[in-house]
Each structure stands twice: as C-alpha cells, then as structure tokens.
T-cell receptor, first 111, second 114 residues
Framework: KNEVEQSPQNLTAQEGEFITINCSYSVGISALHWLQQHPGGGIVSLFMLSSGKKKHGRLIATINIQEKHSSLHITASHPRDSAVYIC?????????????FGQGTRLTINP | DSGVTQTPKHLITATGQRVTLRCSPRSGDLSVYWYQQSLDQGLQFLIQYYNGEERAKGNILERFSAQQFPDLHSELNLSSLELGDSALYFCASSPSGRYFNEQFFGPGTRLTVL
C-alpha cells in the first residue's frame, strides 16, 4: 500500500462543475503539498498546509490531521484547470524534510 | 515562473553514457531537491542538498550522484545510463531544509535514453 493515496485517479467533468480530489496518507506529516502539473510537464505548487483550510481563487484545500486526509476543491471548473493534481506529504526524517508523492489525479474539464 | 532554472530542457543520449543536469535555485534559497518522474514510478524524491551538504537521500541509484556548489547551484550526474533512466528530472528549491518550507519546482529536464 502506498504511503500517499489519491482518488480518483482520473476525473472528467463539465465546465462549471465543483471538483473534489482526495488524498489520504499513512505517514506522519508536518505539512501537505498540493501540486499541479500541466500537460507540458511543469509543476506548480498550489498549496502547502498543515491544518485547517486554505483558499486561493477558485481553489480550496483542506486537511484533517486526525483522519490523515486532505481534499482539493475547485469551484466553477474551467477547461484550463485540466491537469494532473498531485498531493505530497512532507515528512521529517532525521531532521530533514522529504516529500512522499501520491500517484496523481488526472483532471479533464470539458467545455 | 518559479525562479528555479534547469538546463538543459531536453537531453537525448545512448545507453552507457553519462550526463549532467544543472539546477539553479531561487535567489536566497539554500536547499535544492532532485526528483525523478517516470511513467511507471511517478514522482520520486532522489536527494536533497542544503548549503552545499547532502541532507537527505531518497531512492537514488548508485549510478547517480549530485552535488551543490558554493554558489548554491546543483548538478545531478547520471552515469552508465539505462533505458529505464528515461524520465523527467525536476529540481526544487526552498529557503531552508527544515520545517514547513514550501518547495518551488523548476521546469524539468526531459532525459531520453536510446
């Protein structure tokens, strides 16, 4: 079993729909990253959070430390949101931080 | 633009060869991380350097090595290349090597081994 699991693996939706991507982890974490990877390959960090909720534009990330679960929500989805979304758990091993990645969720938003 | 630069963008080489990938971190960032993204393994952490010293090791093969120079740029050396080394190699940087530091990713180097 992977230390970081995402669901769903693939998601197709219509423009305007509310999107939720889930991430569950089994390792102890100090924080959780949500990353976005566009078809060209570049990776952009969307959020880093260790508790509660963060919002940036139409994107919202939440984390429940007790349940070891995080969600990424996209409101009013748009075709330009089509990308792979990756959650990564930030763990501390012997005083150094290390990212453990989920397998990614491929999101396709159709016009 | 994250402020992290990587060169080259693309690299095509043959099995058995050796290549060097270069990464310049964001101004002021002391930590550099290297990641490999292959089709079958996804993203994997390879190694971290902090202010010139190796800080953490992940799934880095013995054929691979890295270093961080006094000006804080980093190089990842891949030798005795195999077909399975074909992947996207990303570096990321952060202000320090410790807690709660967001990492900023470079655009990646796509390595193709023929």
């Amino acid at each position: 079993k992977n230390e970081v699991e995402q669901s769903p693996q693939n998601l197709t939706a219509q423009e305007g729909e509310f999107i939720t991507i889930n991430c569950s982890y089994s390792v102890g974490i100090s924080a959780l990253h949500w990353l976005q990877q566009h078809p060209g390959g570049g990776i952009v960090s969307l959020f880093m959070l260790s508790s509660g909720k963060k919002k940036h534009g139409r994107l919202i990330a939440t984390i429940n430390i007790q349940e070891k679960h995080s969600s990424l929500h996209i409101t009013a989805s748009h075709p330009r949101d089509s990308a792979v979304y990756i959650c990564a758990a930030l763990t501390i091993i012997q005083g150094a931080q290390k990212l453990v990645f989920g397998q990614g969720t491929r999101l396709t938003i159709n016009p | 633009d994250s402020g992290v630069t990587q060169t080259p963008k693309h690299l095509i080489t043959a099995t058995g060869q050796r290549v060097t990938l270069r990464c310049s971190p964001r101004s002021g960032d002391l930590s550099v991380y290297w990641y490999q993204q292959s089709l079958d393994q996804g993203l994997q952490f390879l190694i971290q350097y902090y202010n010139g010293e190796e800080r953490a090791k992940g799934n880095i093969l013995e054929r691979f090595s890295a270093q961080q120079f006094p000006d804080l740029h980093s190089e990842l050396n891949l030798s005795s290349l195999e077909l399975g080394d074909s992947a996207l190699y990303f570096c990321a940087s952060s202000p320090s090597g410790r807690y709660f530091n967001e990492q900023f990713f470079g655009p990646g180097t796509r390595l193709t081994v023929l």
